[in-house]
């Protein structure tokens, strides 16, 4: 029965490991758990384990908590504007930072965890309890297929600390309260933890399941998130230049685990982007490996999907600079097309001449609820939207939204792997990739069906990417090889919304794209009619703020009487460039309290390089 659950995360058990008090109680509690009479079967295990999916996997996260989430969640990015100042990056050493508690606590400009070993350490009760409880109780196999799921979570937590925090201090066993020095251990080297981690990714893939059961984690599902964290880490090391043998070692790791999930031909391209991120039901999905499910009847619900309905507003929307990156759908970039309209930057135009992935990721017309009057509603249906100035049904509004949130697909996999490929072909001795490389990636997200209403717009399929003829795009940087620019067009219009964007910025050590100043097409948003499309910047309120800029570089601001002028690229309403930062910002400090505690203790809690 056990293996046969339906998973619904926010049910998930959370184990309590508690000792029987006896002085108060002389019999083990009804209502929670003996740890050394716990251990006892299969069943125990996965009970204790269930407590982690809705921390790793959280999808759309529950009701209006947004931590974790697209749309809501990451919201710091180089492709997204908010009016008046854009958020800013952390710039002073906070108080405190930290938690001993296993809720959930991110940093959204990091895009990743507090300092917290809350989850090293329930992994290695795990690990422990498997090895000196539960062995003798389970088989061997299972004893292998556990410890692989513990070890799996482990480099999964280590993998996010790494992210935000670079050098962080390495637990691989349970720490005794009364162990000083184990307990205030200064950091490791990042290179010593994620070697660390890299051979707990090894032992995951070699002994984990291949199926655990539905909706379970197995080998294919760990293969695809080792995919993600090799990539993050081997591109962090060489970009940064930290050290070319660990970055090439990554890498290559990152390579083999995503071909386990594209070999294994469980998965494919099969049906339309939109599908992806509206269906009520991801149940069989052929690109999905993992999703987390919402039922209404559970109270298992969200709000992402009401952020997506063409009302509510986010508060940071997709400027101009993004909206440029989209490919046309020649497989051209937009200076170099062929296509009809190519050059008008009217949404309409837009979702008929770029990649379908413009059209399936935003209403095709402008709407004020964005700042920049271009609309996010990937995470919607195209119903939702009908109901604009209506009432939403439960679907789409509020936090009672049931559609269920893919947490891992196959693009991401193929995606992953054609990166590492590349960095490792052009910097580290690797194979060349070839064009059946792009062909099994990048080509095969191409080839995806379009639903309907897509092609009664007029969308189209993008043709192939050719290594024979690659875009040539005068935008591209210099210290960027073509493919690799193309590969990084990919990943940013596949995952817009989605939680890649900064920390793909970060490992590529080109941060300075949130340095607005950069390029004033990050202050701008697509080509409109004010008087027809945003009559609501027309109200004396907004004389002497609404503008727009003509191609030319004229700024065309609203007087009360020259309406009918305000034709141009939407100039977001007094948006200002965000605080100046350094490389410093690429991790994030610890606390003053943490290093003092540190210290009252007699050791030493090293704070992160440059802060």
């Known amino acids: 029965m056990m293996k046969n659950i339906k998973l619904i995360y926010s049910l998930a058990a959370v184990i309590l490991l508690a000792s029987c008090n006896k ?41 209006f908590t947004a931590d974790y989430t697209p749309v809501r969640g990451y919201t710091f990015s180089d492709d997204l504007t908010g009016k008046n100042v854009q958020a800013g990056f952390e710039s002073s050493v906070p108080t405190s930072r930290g938690s001993t508690s296993e809720a959930a606590a991110w940093l959204q400009t990091y895009a990743g965890p507090t300092w917290d070993f809350a989850w090293v350490r329930k992994s290695n009760i795990l690990l422990d309890r498997l090895e000196n409880v539960a062995k003798p109780n389970i088989s061997e196999d299972a004893y292998r297929h556990w410890t692989a799921v513990a070890r799996f979570f482990r480099g999964f937590e280590y993998s996010r600390l790494v992210s935000v925090f670079g050098d962080v201090p390495y637990f691989d066993k349970v720490v005794a309260d009364d162990d000083l020095p184990g307990l205030y251990k200064d950091r490791d080297d990042r290179g010593v933890v994620m070697d660390n981690v890299y051979d707990d990714f090894k032992y995951a893939l070699t002994n984990i399941r291949d199926n655990d059961g539905t909706q379970l984690l197995n080998r294919y599902i760990a293969a695809a998130f080792i995919s993600r964290f090799m990539l993050f880490e081997g591109t962090y090391q060489h970009y940064h230049g930290i050290d070319a043998a660990r970055a090439k070692k990554y890498l290559e790791f990152a390579v083999e685990a995503a071909e386990i999930v ?69 497989g051209k970039v937009w200076q170099n097309s062929g296509v009809p309209d190519v050059e008008s930057f009217e949404i309409a135009d837009l979702a008929k001449t770029r990649d379908p992935r413009f059209e399936a990721s935003f209403v095709d017309r402008a709407l004020t609820a964005s700042a920049t009057l271009l609309y996010g509603y990937k995470f ?81 399929q993008t043709a192939p990417l050719m290594l024979s003829a690659l875009p040539d795009d005068p935008d591209r940087e210099a210290d960027v090889p073509s493919l690799i620019w193309e590969i990084r067009r990919e990943r940013r219009m596949e995952f817009v919304f989605e939680h890649t964007r900064l920390l793909d910025l970060k490992r590529w050590e080109k941060l ?69 930062f350094t490389d410093q910002a690429y991790l994030a400090p610890v606390g003053q309290s943490q290093i003092i505690q540190y210290e009252e203790k007699g050791y030493t809690l090293t704070q992160t390089t440059g802060w």
């Open 380 to 460: 919607a249906s195209r119903d939702a939207i009908t109901y604009i100035g209506k009432t939403y049904p439960a679907a789409w509004g509020s936090n009672t939204n049931t559609s269920d949130a893919p947490v891992m697909r196959l693009a991401e996999v193929v995606l992953n792997w054609i990166e590492a490929k590349a960095v490792l072909a052009e910097y580290l001795g690797g194979s060349p990739v070839t064009q059946e490389d792009i062909d099994k990636s990048i080509n095969a997200i191409r080839l995806r069906p379009l639903d309907a209403a897509a092609t009664d717009k007029g969308v189209q």
């Open 512 to 580: 300075d794209y949130m340095d607005f100043s950069t390029n004033p097409d990050y202050f701008l948003g697509p080509w409109v009619n004010v008087q027809a499309e945003a009559s609501a910047y027309l109200t004396d309120t907004y004389i002497g703020r609404t503008k727009v800029k003509q191609s030319d570089g004229t700024v065309i601001t609203y007087d009360g009487s020259n309406a009918a002028s305000l034709v141009g690229f939407w100039m977001v309403d007094n948006a200002q460039n965000r605080n100046p």
């Open 262 to 330: 594209m070999s294994s031909n469980k998965y494919s391209f099969g049906r339309d982007f939109k599908s992806l991120f509206s269906s009520e039901s991801l149940a069989g999905h052929p690109e999905v490996l993992l999703y987390r499910v919402y039922d209404a009847a559970l109270t298992v619900t969200h709000c992402i999907g009401s952020y997506s309905n063409g009302t509510e507003v986010v508060g940071v929307d997709p400027n101009l600079v993004l909206i440029k990156s989209f490919i046309a759908n020649d």
């Open 23 to 63: 002085n108060i109680l002389d019999r083990p509690p009804l209502t929670s758990y003996v740890d050394e009479q716990f251990w006892r079967n299969e069943d125990d295990i996965r009970m204790y384990v269930n407590s982690y999916y809705p921390y790793y996997f959280s999808g759309y996260n529950t009701s």
